[in-house]
């Protein structure tokens, strides 16, 4: 009598049982219903949180000199935007920066915590050097805390700042790089023609200085001017072997015979609740201006350094008189259409834009993405130091194009919409879905083709500035996937691989900072470095978190993301994508095949099982293995539904094969 044998049937119920019960895998491909970000409770460091598909890995607040215990969301020591090297993330600050360890994600340590205001120190680094952006009034070049009480000093700092690095917890400042209008942004550009350099594109959005506080600066019509300050970048050159001899080598004008591109006006709750304001604030004796056809506040920085100019030029000193603020109060509204409203040529249409918010280039493919104001320009930068315009595109759904991201093979461009200048309430339920949210192109040559928008699809408070902000490409093979941060929206991952229906796959986010009233805070930038997503939280820190496998994204894809390494990463020097030989790269294209029904199951079943058996041998039988493997998949993909994924798994496979 033989014994009993256990039916197939029941052993594997039994194994998916068991997997149930030691997997927290969450299979669903439907986001959750409610949406847990909606109605979370309010607070600083204690705001409730919610997450989907992505695990917090680690939650770091500033340091003792970043951090105002007794101000929540101190505008001063806002957190901005990151850079990495090796183990080492340098987190931006507009009172300098942080560079934090976090070669144990779960524990990220100080190295330096360096106090040099300027606003709004963006960090970017190359080898043993270090950039960091200043463009606000109070930047010395000496780093001073005091900061700079004269409207004209050559003290002040409106520029590059260069760092040596080469000892990390004690950097050395180098030199400086003065600009016309600051630099809001910068972007590090290397060219593959030109080792002994690496240059700089500068972003500057400021007021233009006075010449005399930097000679040659001017902010007439460049018709009238041709060294005008106005529609042009900045381009440094600095030479590696002497980085002290840094400076501006060119000044493209890439937006000449652009003009002023059309763009909404704002939210009718909006409108309503500037005009309250600006009552409110005449009332007690404030400024106002109309911009962009909203009355709006005159800020208390803008008020002092116009009234001290007013004083100097009238040859006192001292606290400005009565006669002084009314000087000021009848030419406001003059002196706030000379910044926003750049002077015509001529009798013409009003200009375009005068200057770009963000530039990302891909030296890979010679192009870069442009962020500027009212367009989105595409920049041929095969000559590093005279980038030059080559396609451009408006939306009126637009209010300011704020950045630029390609996909890895460069067929697409997604361009980013900072409506409302990141400390407005973009994300509420009220708000159009078009306004302050990505635009999606295809890149074919010098055209641009608009294909479809994504916005965060969480509503957010009024309590909570949210819009479309900065993000990073996460190197899942096969797809175009983007982990991006929405400031009080949090953190959102999205597959725009179909860029017409770009779809939301993880997410994370916490309460606002206050339930009362709006103090700001959020994701500045949510990256992707070597296995993690790493965000700079405004008011709260540094955040890591780690991607989980769902239905969306399974652990081969994110297994095979975490092949790709980077020594340093500047996320507007965008890096191409390039996988090393292994066997979970295959597996993630199976994956997505049998997810997209790309290939039959059956199929699919059979090249999981030749794949797992080739890993099992070695030498020549393993390569004839895994080339008899690949023919199979080249002739399955004539009755694919997916053929160019079957080819590129197909490709993949022999180069396994070709490994030795």
């Known amino acids: 009598m033989k014994p009993a044998s256990f039916p197939l049937s ?77 183990p080492y993330v340098i987190q931006g600050n507009f009172a300098g920066y942080q560079v ?46 005091q900061g700079v009480p004269d409207t004209v000093s050559h003290e002040r700092l409106r520029g590059i700042r260069i760092f040596d690095i080469t000892d990390i917890t004690q950097p050395r400042y180098i030199t400086n790089v003065q600009t016309c209008r600051g630099s ?3 972007t590090v550009v290397t060219s593959p023609t030109d080792t002994a350099n690496v240059y700089i ?56 015979d652009l003009t002023q591109a059309p763009s909404h006006g704002e939210a009718p709750e909006d409108v309503t609740a500037a005009a309250r304001a600006a009552a409110e604030a005449r009332a007690h004796g404030g400024f106002t201006a109309t911009f962009h056809g909203t009355e709006i506040v005159l800020g208390p920085g803008f008020v002092r350094f116009r009234l001290d100019s007013i004083v100097k030029a009238r040859g006192a000193a001292g606290a400005p008189t009565v006669a002084d603020s009314a000087t000021l109060r009848t030419n406001a509204q003059r002196i706030v259409d000379l910044i926003v409203n750049p002077p015509r040529r001529g009798n013409g249409p009003p200009p375009g834009p005068t200057q770009c918010h963000d530039i990302t280039v891909y030296p890979a493919i010679g192009l870069a993405g442009g962020a500027c104001g009212g367009y989105g320009l595409l920049l ?27 996909n890895n093979d460069g067929t697409k461009i997604l361009f980013t919409d900072e409506w409302g200048g990141g400390l407005q309430p973009r994300c509420r339920v009220t708000d159009k879905p078009e306004w302050g949210a990505d635009a999606i192109f295809t890149l074919a040559g010098t055209i641009m083709t608009f294909t479809s928008y994504y916005k965060l699809p969480a509503p957010q408070t009024p309590n909570e500035n949210c819009v479309a902000h ?42 606002p900072m206050d339930s009362t009233k709006l103090v700001g805070a959020g994701s500045w930038s949510a990256y992707w470095y070597n296995g993690y997503i790493v965000s700079s939280e405004i008011s709260r820190g540094l955040d890591i978190f780690e991607l989980e496998p769902s239905g ?48 039959a199951a059956d199929q699919v079943l059979a090249a999981r099982n030749a794949l797992a058996r080739a890993e099992r041998l070695s030498g020549q039988q393993r390569r004839d293995a895994l080339q008899q493997l690949a023919t199979q998949l080249s002739n399955d993909a004539q009755g694919s539904a997916d053929q160019p994924k079957l080819r590129t798994l197909a490709a993949a496979i022999l180069d396994l094969a070709n490994t030795r």
Request: net charge neutral; charged share 20%.
């Open 552 to 599: 969306l994204l399974s652990q081969n894809e994110i297994d095979a993301a975490k092949l790709v390494h980077f020594d340093y990463l500047n996320a507007q020097d965008q890096q191409k994508l390039v996988w090393p030989a292994s066997f979970v790269v295959p597996r993630a294209y199976l994956d997505q095949l049998a997810r997209s029904n790309g290939l």
């Open 184 to 186: 809001h942004t910068h």
């Open 100 to 145: 934090w360890d976090i070669s144990k994600p779960d524990r990220p340590t100080l190295h330096t915590a360096y106090v040099c205001p300027g606003s709004q120190s963006d960090v970017s680094v190359y080898r043993k050097l270090m950039f960091v952006s200043g463009e606000a009034l109070n930047g010395r070049t000496d780093c001073g805390t």
């Open 470 to 511: 900065n993000g990073t490409l996460i190197p899942i093979p096969g797809r175009d996937i983007m982990a991006q941060g929405w400031y009080q929206g949090g953190i959102s991952v999205f597959d725009w691989t179909d860029p017409a229906h770009p779809k939301e796959i993880a997410f994370f986010d916490r309460g």
């Open 380 to 406: 041929d930068i095969r000559d590093v130091a005279n980038p030059k315009r080559i396609g451009a595109v408006a939306d009126s759904n637009f209010s300011f194009w704020h950045s630029a991201t390609f």
């Open 201 to 256: 594109y500068v972003s500057g959005s400021a007021p233009v200085r006075s010449p005399n506080e930097l000679a040659g600066c001017s902010d007439a019509p460049p018709d009238s001017n041709p060294n005008s300050a106005l529609f042009r970048i900045e381009v440094i050159q600095v030479p590696l072997a002497h980085p002290e001899q840094a400076r501006i080598v060119s000044s493209p004008r890439i937006f000449n």
């Open 10 to 86: 029941l052993a594997v119920a039994a194994l998916a049982l068991a997997a149930c019960a030691t997997s927290k895998v969450n299979m669903s491909t439907t986001a959750p219903s409610p949406d847990p970000r909606v109605g979370l409770r309010a607070g600083w460091m204690n705001a409730a949180e919610a997450a989907w598909n992505l695990r917090v890995v680690s939650r770091t607040p500033p340091s003792e000199k970043f951090i105002n215990r007794s101000t929540p969301g101190d505008f001063n020591l806002i957190n901005s935007d990151i850079s990495f090297v090796g």
